[in-house]
């Protein structure tokens, strides 16, 4: 299976630039309602802080993350350093070809300038995925899926709802997905939006984990 993640890492490269579904990867897709703590679920597994942050919704757009494990001598290690700087870890953006992101302020920067260039600077969502490699030594080989929130703020469009589900049912939908349905501790699981949406694709739970996120929150 391992020699099959450069390859499907590159499919998903490929389909992404031409917008094509045919073939279903394997993703783990991160669901949960606005500030659930999805971010810092992501950020765990990179061990960076390098997602926006603010009030209201702040994921408007898939974000496709590819985690890609590498070693310092591999050859994306000895590409990137070209022989003047050691790195250990740094990001990629499909949109910006081959530019490197050695500080994870700026991927984060850069995430918020491709999210308003698509989805606008007000609080709507766009279907387009922003796609974001982070080569390091510190992580495993993964393919997570970031999508915005389930959720409804002032000055958000009528149809928000409906377009937020729409998305993240496209995205869960895919039987060869890993879903994380991410919640709150102080949150009813009974009544959990991310629980029940993944239920509605995975009865029987058989990809769904249940992530608890604040426990600090839970009541006593």
Request: no cysteine; net charge negative.
């Amino acid at each position: 299976m391992e020699a099959l993640i450069p390859v499907i890492n590159k499919l998903q490269d490929v389909f992404n630039t031409v917008g094509a579904d045919a073939i279903q990867l394997p993703q783990i897709i991160v669901l949960g309602t606005q500030s659930s703590g999805k971010s810092s679920v992501i950020e765990s597994l990179v061990g960076r802080s390098f997602l926006p942050r603010g009030p209201g919704i702040v994921t408007r757009r898939p974000l496709i993350l590819q985690l890609v494990y590498s070693p310092k001598d591999s050859k994306e290690h000895r590409s990137a350093e070209e022989g003047t700087v050691s790195l250990e870890e740094w990001g990629k953006f499909l949109h910006t070809k081959d530019k490197i992101y050695p500080d994870f302020d700026q991927i984060r920067q850069e995430i918020e300038r491709e999210t308003d260039r698509m989805a606008g600077s007000n609080k709507g969502i766009s279907p387009e995925p922003i796609s974001l490699k982070i080569f390091s030594t510190r992580v495993v080989n993964l393919t997570l899926v970031d999508l915005p929130g389930i959720t409804k703020v002032r000055d958000q469009p009528e149809d928000i709802e409906n377009q937020i589900t729409k998305l993240i049912i496209k995205y869960i939908g895919n039987p060869n997905s890993i879903i994380l349905a991410v919640t709150a501790a102080n949150t009813d699981m009974a009544t959990s939006e991310a629980i029940k949406m993944s239920k509605e694709v995975d009865p029987d739970g058989r990809r769904t984990l249940a992530v608890v996120t604040k426990l600090d929150l839970m009541d006593a």
